[in-house]
């Protein structure tokens, strides 16, 4: 218990400790935490959902038809239409042969991968890939290649080295969650069909985001067929605003990963209004098209904003936008007082970031008003030539 008091102070000395901050009320992007209002500017409710009364009143309903939980595992006894309802959604909005829900996006990376390959195989992972992507890798006992994120040329030569493994793996997530920015996903699709290996392609953060229509990496680079070799993961938590995972890949993907995946295996399904939330939540995102484009006239606005105040930007316009501070306790300075001005901006330390690159995670939403953003602009502004 020493050890661990000793390391706790540890933390709090070098700015890395974390503390759980109540939200006691929420309305659209506004939170009030301490009985402070805030402006929320770090979540990931992209296309403004989260308190969408349609969307609540789906769940309502669900929970008056089948109860709050699924009481029992999808192989036992709780497999509800609303289930399959939504995995053919899912598999339709992704162009895919077929989709499997999981109860969360971390059990999703974490069975996945762990079935899909074992102690004679590679996988070749970015370097800022997510925890769950890491961890999933771990746990499968294949060979873990780190290549330097998105850089293709090392990927390459490492794909080219991989003599004598039964299957190969390329992990990557199409949008990355701390920087932003996007995989090329039409070379890194070249080198897997060249090199014979498969895509375990992370659609977290795309899912209602990237494409025309927020389909995802595929359709924002023009892919119209769901490649063979592709396994698709996506979350429900973030755009769709509900909660757990999905994979889409072909039907003999999905029926391995029921009979392999443990994460699926040995868990309570998915609960009957997370389901009937992210059901909604589609519909909405297939009929109001113009949700997707008002999120980019604001990711717009807001990057114009930052540049014009001498923030250096990535060249990706997504909504996660990160501002680098570097080191930690000032990333914390900066964010308790964005805090006190009312703007909700966690600064975003090791080891969720690599050292000496700390940052404010700022995320857009299609819900932020500009007289929002406009007043966060300003905030930064002040604050950055200050601190």
């Known amino acids: 218990m020493n050890q661990i008091k000793k390391e706790i102070k540890s933390l709090r000395a070098n700015y890395l400790f974390r503390s759980l901050k109540e939200v006691e009320k929420r309305n659209r992007l506004k939170i009030e935490i301490k009985g402070k209002n805030l402006v929320n500017f770090c979540g990931n409710d992209y296309l403004g959902l989260a308190t969408d009364a349609r969307i609540k009143q789906c769940a309502i309903t669900a929970i008056k038809k089948w109860g709050t939980s699924a009481s029992a595992s999808r192989l036992v006894s709780g497999n509800f239409s609303l289930h399959l309802a939504l995995e053919e959604r899912l598999k339709k909005f992704k162009n895919a042969e077929s989709a499997l829900v999981f109860p969360s996006g971390y059990q999703t990376n974490l069975g996945a991968i762990s079935s899909l390959v074992g102690k004679d195989d590679v996988i070749f992972s970015d370097r800022l890939n997510h925890a769950s992507l890491i961890d999933g890798a771990r746990l499968s006992k294949a060979r873990i290649e780190i290549f330097p994120h998105l850089d293709l040329g090392a990927l390459k030569k490492k794909l080219a080295q991989a003599k004598g493994y039964q299957r190969k793996l390329i992990i990557i997530e199409s949008l990355y969650s701390m920087d932003g920015d ?197 905030a930064l502004a002040r604050i950055l030539v200050k601190i």
């Open 182 to 378: 996007i995989a090329p996903l039409k070379r890194i699709s070249s080198l897997a069909e060249k090199y014979q290996a498969w895509v375990y392609l992370d659609e977290a953060h795309s899912t209602g985001v990237l494409g025309k229509t927020g389909r995802g990496a595929l359709e924002h680079f023009g892919i119209t067929t769901f490649p063979e070799n592709f396994i698709l993961m996506g979350t429900l938590s973030k755009a769709l605003v509900s909660q757990g995972g999905f994979v889409c890949a072909s039907k003999e993907i999905r029926e391995y990963l029921i009979n392999r995946a443990r994460s699926f295996i040995y868990s309570t399904g998915l609960n009957p209004p997370a389901l009937a939330s992210a059901l909604k939540a589609l519909e909405i995102i297939e009929q109001e098209k113009e949700r997707i484009n008002l999120l980019r006239e604001n990711v717009h606005f807001a990057r114009n904003g930052l540049l014009s105040v001498g923030i250096k930007l990535k060249s990706e316009p997504s909504p996660i936008i990160p501002i680098i501070i570097g080191n930690a306790k000032r990333a914390v300075q900066i964010s308790q007082k964005l805090f006190a001005l009312g703007f909700f901006i966690q600064a975003i330390r090791p080891p969720s970031v690599p050292e000496g690159s700390s940052r404010l995670r700022l995320t857009i939403s299609a819900g932020h008003k500009k007289d929002e953003m406009e007043r966060l602009l300003e």
